[in-house]
Structure formats: C-alpha cells, structure tokens
C-alpha cells in the first residue's frame, strides 16, 4: 500500500487542501437557506483533514487511494458551493432534490472515508440535516420575504417562468404538497408586482438544466461559450451573455423573446441547432447542439485535408445563409468564426437572430471587432441581406488565407479601404474562379453584388461533391450510421433517418429545396423535426397527433432523436398526453414513448413512470380483436400502426387481453416481413408479450425462435438487438427455451453485439445472455468461451446505465461457476462494481450487489471487496429495495466466513442492521442475517453479547419455526454460536414452543446442529419446569438414538442430557430402561474416553444403576 503526504494533497483549480477548504468556509456563509447543511459538511470535512494530519504526524501509513478519495470529495464540495452559491433562491427551491441529492452523496461519501481510513462508523449526519431542510425549504416557498429577491423586473420574469417550467414540463420531479406551493409562490410574485406573463416559450430552458464547464473554451464580443451536458446525457454547448441587469425591463424582455421565437423556428442541416435558452437569467444563456469540429477557420487548418473541403463547406454555409435569408432574418455579424462544423463534417451557420442580446450587453472586446468582415455601408446604417453577401465573401477570403481580412491593418486603416470601395487582395491559395465571385459579391454599391442564389450556384459548381453511385447488387447503407438499408427503403431503421441513406442518384442541393422549412410540408414523416412532431402532439388534432406520436415512438431507439424529445420538453406533453389523450391509441403510446425515455435516459423516475403506467386501462377485448384482424388484413403501413399499438398496449396493462384475443399467431408469422421496420416493432411487441409461462409458450409454438435466430445472424444491428430481446424474454426462467436458443448458435451472436458502437442492440444482447446464463452454468463457459467475460466488464465500466445494469447481472450468473469467478475478478471488475453499489441507479446498486455476492463465495474475491471497501455501500443498501437488500446480506453472509471479515462488518456498525433484517425481512433476507450474525458472534464476546438479546432468540426460532429447510440451518448456526453451543444463555429458549422446534435436528440435523440441541437440552433439565417440558415433545426417545448411533461428542452430550432428564423423574427413568439406555451408557462408559466414561457413569447413577467403579479409577 503507497502513502502519500497530507500536505501534498490538492484541489484542481483550488490549490491545497487546508486553502480550499477556506475557500469552501467562505461561499458556504453565501448558501443562504442551505447555509447551516452545508457548514456541517464543511466541518466534517475539516476535522477529517485534522484528523488525517494527526495519523501523519504519528507516522501511521495512510491510503493513498483514500487520501485521493478524500480530495475528491472535496473538490466536489467547492464545485457544488460555487454552482449554487450564485444562484438565485427560486433556482435552488426549484432544485432542491438535486441539492438534497448532491447533499446526501457527499455525506454518504464523507462516511465511507471515515470508516476507510480511520475505522470508524458514524451516525447518519444527512438524515437529521435532511429534515431541517425540508422545513426550511417550505418555510422559503410560503414566505413572502422571498418577494426581496425579486426587486428588478428581469429577476421577477426570471422567477415566473422559472416556477413555470417546473410547474409544467419538470412536475414528475415534485411531490403535491411542493407543487402547490410553487404555484402559490407564482401568484404571490405576480400579485405583488403586478406581473403578467404570457405562455411559457417553448424553448425556454433554465440554466441550471445544464451542467456545464465553468471555464470558458471561447469568448466573444458579447459572452462566453462553455461546453456542457444536458440532464439526458445530450453533449451542448452554452453561450452566456454579460447583460446589464438594469437594461432588461419587460419591453426588452418581450423583444427577447420574439428574437428566441425566430431563433427557434431555424431548422436546416445547415444552421445549428438551438436546443434552449433562458433570456431573463441574471446571466442569459442560449444552449445550441455542440458542433465539435469547432468553426470553420480551426477545422480547415487542421489538415490538408480539411482544407481540400473548403469550397463544399462554404457552400454548405451558403444555404445556411439562404435558408435564414429566406426567413426574413439578416445575419449582420457574419465572420468565419459563426460557421461551424458538425460532428457530420457538414458546416452550420450560427450567431444569428442575437440582436437584442447584442444591444444590452456590456462587451467584452472592443465594439470594432465584425468591422473586417462588414459592407462599406454598415459604416452609416444597418446590415441588410446584400451585406451578408458582402461579409460572406470576407469569410471566403479568410478560409482560404487563414488569417482576417486586411490582417495587417489597424481599425482605423480598415475604415478608411472600406470608405474606398477596397477589399483585400487576393490570396495565394485562392484561384482565379473563386477570386472573380468575391470580387462580384464586394462591389461597393449593394445594387451591383451579385445575388445570393447565384453565389450558390457557383459554389456549387466550385464543390466537388463525389458521389459514388452504388451497385445495384449492393446493399444501401446509412450515411450516418452504416446500417444497412433493406428494400430500397428510403428509411434507414438504425437511426430513423430519411434524409442520409445513400442512394442511386445524387442528392439535390438545389438552394429552393434547402431553403424550404420542414414546416411547409403537410404531412408528417421519419424526416419531421422532433420540436414539430411535439407542437402537433400540442395543439393537432387527434389523426395528426397519432401520426405524431407513432413517428416519436420509431424515433425514440435513436440516441440523438431520443435526447432531442428530452431536450425539447417533450417529457411533459408525452405525460400530459398519457394522462389525456382522447384516444386509447395516444395514451398507449405515449406511455410507450416514456418507457423509451425512463428506462435508457432517466427521464422519469421508476416510481413516476410506474404510478403513471397503472393510469392507462388495458386494451378491451373488442380494441385485442380488431388489433388481430388488423394484422391479418392491412397494408404494410397499417400494419405497422398497429403492431406499434400493440407492443405499447402490451406494456401498459395489456398483455393477457392480447394474448387470449390470438394476437402471437399474427406477430409471429410478421418476423419474416420483408419491411424491416416492421420486423423491429413485431419483436418489440412479442418481447413485450413474452412476460408469462402461456405466452412463451404460445410464442414459441408458433415457431418464432428460428425466425428470431434467422434475424439475429442476418439482420441489421437494430433487428439483431430486438431478435436479443425476444430470446432474453423467452429464456427467462425457463430451462427448454434457453436450450433450444443456445443449441441454435446464438451465444456468438450475442457476444458479438456487445462489439457494435450503437447502444440498444448492446443493451439487449447484455440482457439476454443474463437470461440465458442464468438457467445452467454450462451456458455461462460458453459465453466466457467466445470473449463474454471481458465485453461485459467493457460495458460495466464504460456503458450507458442500462448496460452497466444487464451486464452486472450477466457478469453475476457468470461468476456462479468457480473457474469463471477467477477470471472475472482478474479482470479488475471488483471496484467497478463496488462503485456502482455506491453512485449507481438504482438497478446498477441491486444487479452489482447480486454480481458481487457470488463473487464473495471465493476467498480470495471476497478479501479483494474488503479491501476495496465493499462492506459500507453493502449495508447501505440494507435501506434499499427488497432485492437491494437480499443481495448485500448475500454478499456479506457470503464474505462472513472470515472472522477478520466479520470483525469489519462488526466494526462497521453491521450488527444493527442485521438485527433489523431478521425481524422486518423476508424468509431468505433473515435466513442470511441469522446465518451472517451467528459468524459475528464467533469473533469474541463483546460481539456476541451485542448481538444476544431475548428478541433475538425468538426471531430466530420463529425462522426455524416457518423457514425452509436452509433457512432452519441458518438460524439455528447461529443460535449454536450465539449460546455458545448451548453452554450459556439458553434461558430464552426454555419453553415448549421453541423446544418442540429444535428437537427435529436430533433425528435430521447436521452433527453440529445435534451436539448443540444436546448439549441445550442438558443445560435445561436442571430446572423440573423444563425437564417436564423436555420430556413430553419425545426428547428422550431421540437422546437415546443419538446415544446409539451419534459421534463420540455427540454421545456423550446426550448422556448427560439423559442423566439430568432422569434425576428425581420415575417416568423418565422408567422410559429410558425400556429404550435400552442402560446397555449402551455402560458400552459407552467401556469405550470412551476419561471424561466420556465419568459422563456415562454419572448418568448410570441418576437412573439407579452402578457407576461408581468409573467414578473411582485413578491414572495410573
């Protein structure tokens, strides 16, 4: 173990630790309502760092894993602080779960370093803290003193439109009672400063739904630009303003808003993307998609190649530029540095429709600063669309240059050439054609440059678009992701896109088809923006919202089209939609779409989602048969309605209607479509279907799994992940499917989709070989046997969330095979999945808790969880879900083999909740307590008595009173060991009831499980009570068969038991002579040992026979 010095320790960006823990002192006094929580936080922190300075000082060795642990949980602490030290007190009322959220982690945090370093366990600090924040927070919400903070009109806007947006797009985060009082504190604001607000913009977005970089990677004339990641996962970046507060009044916050409605309204694969924007923040931020290549000027200097680019970039930009022209909007600040390039390497136009943020910000740079790219005329009135011309060229001019237009002269110089028609010279890279249309779009008179349509022309013929016409015999593939594209479908059915798939002729650029916005055209389809399907699913009527929401449900297995439905709100109106939609066809599908966003994006919490789902009737029996007839009787097109209705009908509450209705025979004979996004659905649906014994069953009568099969080795990734999804339901707990899917070579297959870049085929592939694993360990060396193991210990450390959470419990089925155990854990997966117990979702805490209890049967994984300190996050989840808290007493009664382990678990504050679990938990959760308490109790005495109370007993003979067969052994292990082998305290189980529960192990039980029984029962004839008691549950006739055939322990413990049961009884006496006693204690006092034959012979005396001749031999 390597150790590090204390003092060496330090924050990024902070500097040492003793300086930024100041420096986190001083921001917490500026908390406000959170201050006190944070402040005890701060001091747990410091005293931990005395603390660690004090060990140093007494020369004792320090982790150096812990010690980075430990500034790292600062580091997170002064990020937190500064994050929310400037925010405003409605941000952090309205955020208040991510506070307590962020809160209670860095507590948890702070614990487990305490018991990592100084082996110690501490009290639950964030509980108590917890509930004085609830108070406060409430009390905040219904206080008016709030209104001080809302003294500007732009902090009153900010404040309602804040309160808005949780009240109306993020309410699944809010309980009623918060709910209420943020409508109650809206209106007081409103009330109080006579404020009138109109519908809350579609686009608005709050900052702090971004979690963005602090630093800057750009700034510009009016603000910073900050790259970012929105709560969906979406990479973005954020540009913010420096307004004056004081300009914004509710005039120009209206004008704000009409520029963000324009803004907002620009779709075109040659603008970027706006995704949100919050025009009345302190600091406004506008939130675009993150064109990663960076503008045009740095992506054309990073290559040759790039620069062999730059005629067909720029005419990308070109109708970028008509398309915004074509919208009434003038760019006026156009450089080279507002074209960007996508991660698609298509240029995007950007820095448009920022007027009025342009005007009340205070800026950064001098105000000359677009003066080398503006018209000659800009220099007396406004930019118009002939000055866009104008400064496009500029931009042709630096690309090809790679420095500004006139370079070398100052601003002054610049005025004066611009005041005489000059432009600069020709660059030496650009040719003589390229040169003639700069020259055409700089002439000095606006009247005389050429047009905009016509520069596109030429650009277009200045581009060498090459576009290789593929063979007819060769398969279509997407242009975005490779996939292949079957039937000649203009629709590609990986990524949903309409508009990438490579086709026989080559595509139009002409500028009218670019400029047109998707908007004109009347009919949805694959290629609608998702913004326009959500405004249909708003205000359409029910036809145009059903399209809608069928198109947003194909779009949802998309990554990006996914994101963008967070991004743009649509969480709120598909709940919305659920809850009243006007058909059964929109709720159903709604709440479709919402599992998609739940389950791979967190959209909604599983509670949420659920409680949501159970408002959603399942489908009558008259809606099962007209979905059959459906399927048998329409077109393709139809057909695909409804086989999406019924893979969401399914899921919400539907599938025994389905299946009784007939609907599997239909289905299944669809897996062999020639439409494959029909196919896709049909194993949605089928797999939604597969949840019960009948449908499997019916399923795989109908002979679906060849077909499955078929599309798993055939198929495109996205039909190869469904055909995963299908099989893993069907394996489920059932042995004859999972044999019949392996026998049919899908093992490889299924590894080999955990290789592909797109994540749902992954997902399910990690899904259904848990499925499959966990129905015969044979299966689980097969998969080890084709690479399994390491892609699954791939996906648990760089995965999405859900599959981390498959391949754990994949990993888990795995490692029920010894040989398979050692090779996981020479993986290194250990820490991984002791990470995700600690930080993971709640799925990723119970399957790596499940992975990790197999793993603890091996010693040496088991002592590898220790170290890497396995043992808190496992009691921690004792507060968790029921499965939580089976696999972590799992893991522990699994690591409870080692009394060095044991003496940890004790030390960690494990006796309580173990205790807790065997009075509330379920019959296998108590059996393991019992089982994990017992081995505590070995360790030494001041454990055993901690653990001993009369409770504890009668839990533990309830368990072997109404367990099974395991759970009997359990408890009465430690039962044994809490009683010392029946030596002490055997008082709490003197009564009939509990003795007529143990006497069955005399006859059945372990030879250890006897000798305690015996040796009990001894200790409890001494009272006349007991022996009575004893005597009449049969205890003698079994003593007897124990002295008969038992080991010598054994033997001798029931000799003793029978002696006291014989002392003063007659009955007793009498019944044992009849059971043959006396022969067999005087064989035994023949053949046993010193102490065996004192034993016998005492007991010979109680019944009346001679034992003194063994009473007095002497060694000799």
């Known amino acids: 173990m390597s150790s590090i010095n204390v003092l060496h320790l330090v924050v990024p960006g902070a500097g040492p630790i003793p300086q930024a823990l100041t420096t986190a002192r001083d921001l917490c006094t500026k908390m406000e309502e959170i201050r006190a929580a944070c402040e005890n936080l701060h001091i747990r922190l410091y005293n931990l760092y005395s603390e660690l300075e004090f060990m140093q000082k007494k020369n004792q060795v320090l982790s150096a894993d812990s010690l980075k642990k430990f500034t790292l949980v600062v580091t997170k602490f002064l990020q937190f602080l500064r994050k929310n030290c400037s925010k405003t007190v409605i941000h952090r009322i309205v955020q208040q779960n991510v506070i307590f959220h962020t809160l209670k982690n860095l507590h948890e945090a702070v614990s487990e370093l305490v018991f990592e370093l100084l082996d110690v366990a501490v009290v639950d600090q964030w509980r108590e803290d917890r509930c004085v924040l609830e108070t406060v927070f409430a009390t905040a ?110 005039c120009t916050a209206r004008q704000l808003e009409k520029d963000m409605d324009l803004l907002f309204q620009m779709e075109h694969i040659s603008v970027v993307k706006a995704l949100g924007a919050s025009h009345v923040s302190a600091r406004p931020v506008l939130v675009y998609e993150d064109a990663v290549n960076g503008d045009l000027g740095s992506f054309l200097s990073l290559s040759d190649a790039n620069k062999q680019k730059m005629s067909k970039l720029l005419y990308q930009a070109s109708l970028g530029l008509a398309y915004i022209h074509n919208k009434g909007v003038v760019h006026g600040h156009l450089k080279l540095s507002n074209i960007l390039v996508g991660a698609d390497g298509q240029a995007k136009l950007s820095g448009f429709c920022l007027g009025t943020f342009r005007r009340i910000s205070k800026p950064n740079t001098e105000s000359s600063t677009y ?80 047009g905009l349509n016509q520069v596109i022309d030429k650009l277009k013929s200045f581009s060498e678009i090459n576009v290789i016409v593929p063979d007819r015999n060769e398969p279509f593939r997407c242009r975005v992701c490779a996939a292949l594209i079957l039937d000649n479908s203009r629709c590609c ?17 002409d500028s009218t088809q670019h400029n047109e916005s998707p908007r004109s055209s009347s009919k949805l389809n694959v290629s609608t923006p998702i913004s326009e399907l959500l405004g249909v699913l708003r205000n359409g009527s029910d036809n145009e919202q059903e399209d809608a929401v069928l198109l947003l449900i194909q779009a949802c297995i998309n990554d990006s089209k996914r994101q963008q439905v967070c991004v743009s709100h649509g969480v709120s109106d598909l709940v919305d939609l659920t809850k009243n939609g006007r058909t059964h066809f929109l709720k159903v599908c709604a709440i479709g779409c919402l599992n998609w966003l739940s389950e791979l994006d967190a959209a909604l919490s599983d509670e949420t989602f659920e409680n949501l789902q159970d408002t959603v009737r399942a489908a009558t029996g008259s809606e099962c048969v007209s979905v059959v007839q459906s399927l048998q009787d329409t077109s393709s097109t139809d057909k695909l309605k409804t086989v999406i209705y019924c893979t969401c009908a399914a899921e919400a509450n539907g599938r025994t209607q389905l299946r009784d209705a007939g609907v599997v025979t239909p289905l299944v004979k669809l897996l062999s479509h020639e439409n494959a996004t029909l196919t896709i659905w049909t194993m949605d649906a089928l797999g939604n279907l597969a949840s019960d014994e009948d449908a499997k069953r019916a399923i795989v009568s109908e002979g679906a799994i060849p077909a499955l099969m078929k599309l798993l080795r055939m198929g495109t990734e996205i039909q190869r992940g469904f055909a995963s999804y299908v099989l893993g339901q069907l394996s489920t707990q ?5 044999s019949t899917i392996v026998n049919s070579g899908a093992i490889p297959y299924l590894v080999d989709l955990l290789r592909t870049r797109t994540n749902i085929p992954k997902n399910f592939a990690a899904y259904a070989l848990g499925c499959i694993a966990g129905n015969n360990d044979e299966y689980g060396l097969a998969i080890s046997e084709v690479g399994g193991v390491e892609h699954l210990v791939r996906l648990i450390r760089n995965g999405t969330n859900v599959q981390k959470a498959h391949a754990a419990t994949a990993l888990g089925w795995l490692a029920n095979q010894s040989q398979l155990r050692a090779a996981i854990t020479q993986k290194g997966v250990i820490p991984d999945l002791i990470a995700l117990v600690r930080r993971g979702t709640d799925d990723q805490k119970e399957n790596s808790a499940f992975a990790l209890s197999f793993l603890a049967t091996d010693i040496s994984s088991g002592a590898a969880m220790v170290n890497d300190g396995v043992i808190v996050p496992m009691l921690a989840l004792f507060r968790g879900s029921e499965n939580q808290k089976e696999y972590a007493v799992c893991t522990l009664a699994n690591l409870a083999g080692s009394q060095d382990i044991c003496l940890k678990i004790a030390d960690a504050g494990g006796i309580r909740p173990l205790v807790t679990l065997l009075r509330t938990g379920s019959n296998d959760q108590k059996g393991m307590a019992a089982y994990s308490l017992g081995c505590i109790a070995t360790t030494n005495e001041t454990n055993r008595l901690k653990i001993l109370s009369d409770e504890v007993i009668e839990l533990l003979v309830e368990l072997i009173r109404g367990g099974t067969t395991v759970e009997k052994d359990q408890a009465m292990f430690a039962l044994c060991y809490l009683t010392k082998h029946g030596h002490s305290d055997t008082r709490a189980i003197a009564s009939e009831a509990v003795i007529s529960q143990i006497l069955p192990f005399l006859r059945a039980g372990k030879d250890e499980q006897k ?11 001494n009272d006349a009570t007991n022996k009575r008691i004893i005597a009449s549950c049969g205890a003698i006739s079994l003593l007897v068969d124990l002295l008969k055939s038992g080991n010598a322990a054994n033997k001798e413990q029931a000799a003793i038991a029978l002696g006291r049961l014989a002392t003063n009884n007659v009955a007793n006496t009498d019944q044992m002579k009849r059971e043959g006693v006396v022969d067999l204690l005087q064989a035994f006092r023949r053949l046993g040992n010193r102490q065996q034959k004192r034993s016998a012979a005492v007991t010979l005396s109680n019944i009346g026979e001679n034992g003194a001749s063994v009473t007095k031999t002497r060694r000799r």
């Open 141 to 250: 919400i219904s206080d008016n003193s709030i209104l001080q903070h809302c003294q500007s009109a732009r902090a009153q806007l900010e404040a309602i439109l804040t309160l808005k947006f949780e009240l109306e797009r993020r309410a699944y985060r809010h309980n009623d009672e918060n709910m209420a009082r943020m409508k109650l504190l809206m209106m007081n604001i409103q009330k109080s400063f006579r404020v009138s607000v109109g519908p809350l913009p579609t686009w608005f977005l709050p900052d702090y739904e971004v979690e963005f970089e602090p630093q800057p990677f750009a700034k510009g004339s009016i603000g910073s630009l900050h790259r970012g990641k929105l709560s969906c996962g979406t990479s973005v970046v954020m540009k913010c303003f420096n307004v004056d507060d004081m300009r914004v009044d509710n």
């Open 371 to 450: 003066l080398r790219w503006r018209a000659p005329e800009c220099l007396k009135r406004r930019p118009t669309f002939a000055s866009d011309v104008y400064s496009f060229a500029m931009c042709m001019i630096e690309a090809a240059a790679g420095e500004a237009p006139f370079a070398y002269l100052d601003d002054d110089d610049v005025r004066e050439s611009l005041k005489a028609g000059e432009i600069p010279e020709q660059p030496d890279e650009m040719n003589d054609e390229l040169w003639e249309l700069v020259v055409a779009m700089t002439n000095a008179d606006p009247s005389k440059r050429i």
């Open 493 to 509: 059915t990986q990524c949903v896109d309409q508009m990438n798939v490579n086709a026989t002729s080559p595509p139009n650029y």
């Open 734 to 738: 059932d042995i004859s499917n999972s």
């Open 1011 to 1021: 000798h305690f029984v015996a040796t009990a029962l001894g200790r409890l004839a």
